[in-house]
T-cell receptor, first 110, second 112 residues
Framework: GDSVTQMEGPVTLSEEAFLTINCTYT??????LFWYVQYPGEGLQLLLK?????DKGSNKGFEATYRKETTSFHLEKGSVQVSDSAVYFC?????????FGSGTKLNVKP | NAGVTQTPKFRILKIGQSMTLQCTQD?????MYWYRQDPGMGLKLIYY???????DKGEVPNGYNVSRSTTEDFPLRLELAAPSQTSVYFC???????????FGPGTRLTVL
């Protein structure tokens, strides 16, 4: 069945460091891909999305490119801030079903 | 436009008690979902609905019930609460099963 696998955390970085959180997926057909962010004590918020191969989603300095050849949707940011500390979830939707990864916690130290 | 609202925000139950977690959305979304999130873990789907009058089980439905009498509301009922149901519960909605889900702020439930 369809599934999402993302790198385990926590990921600890210093402020202004480069961030990559890996996400790979297994799916038939042409899924849509998403990154959600969850700040402490809050619900999930959509960070960015891509609906077809080679699309790049971007928001708040974060980017992810839908790579069908490697079935990946890695999240990147060039310079993280302390305020980016949160849990990040990769997700896909396919045939009206949604699948979430297990989440990756990011800690950014000043 | 309030989005997805959930009540209560916090609740402590005794073993064997029952309660209903409320969820309302004002975006006219067809799909609604209930998830639970245990500490340090990802989301597990409890139940979902594709429209008023239609509900279906997710990954972890045991111990819960839902109903969907209107497009806006999707309450989650816990019967005979157990410590294993201690968790944070999130309601979400989406226009269809393909587009992004919008999440409520969550209900933190403790069963003692």
């Amino acid at each position: 069945g369809d599934s999402v696998t993302q790198m385990e955390g926590p990921v600890t970085l210093s402020e202004e460091a480069f961030l990559t959180i890996n996400c790979t997926y297994t799916a038939t057909g042409y899924p849509s891909l998403f990154w959600y962010v969850q700040y402490p004590g809050e619900g999930l918020q959509l960070l960015l999305k891509a609906t077809k191969a080679d699309d790049k989603g971007s928001n708040k300095g974060f980017e992810a490119t839908y790579r069908k050849e490697t079935t990946s949707f890695h999240l990147e940011k060039g310079s993280v801030q302390v305020s980016d500390s949160a849990v990040y979830f990769c997700a896909l939707s396919n045939f009206n079903k949604f699948y979430f990864g297990s989440g990756t916690k990011l800690n950014v130290k000043p | 436009n309030a989005g997805v609202t959930q009540t209560p925000k916090f609740r402590i139950l005794k073993i064997g008690q029952s309660m209903t977690l409320q969820c309302t959305q004002d975006m006219n979304h067809n799909y609604m979902y209930w998830y639970r999130q245990d500490p340090g873990m990802g989301l597990k789907l409890i139940y979902y609905s594709v429209g008023a009058g239609i509900t279906d089980k997710g990954e972890v439905p045991n111990g819960y019930n839902v109903s969907r009498s209107t497009t806006e509301d999707f309450p989650l009922r816990l019967e005979l609460a157990a410590p294993s149901q201690t968790s944070v519960y999130f309601c979400a909605s989406s226009w269809d099963g393909t587009n992004e889900q919008f999440f409520g702020p969550g209900t933190r439930l403790t069963v003692l």
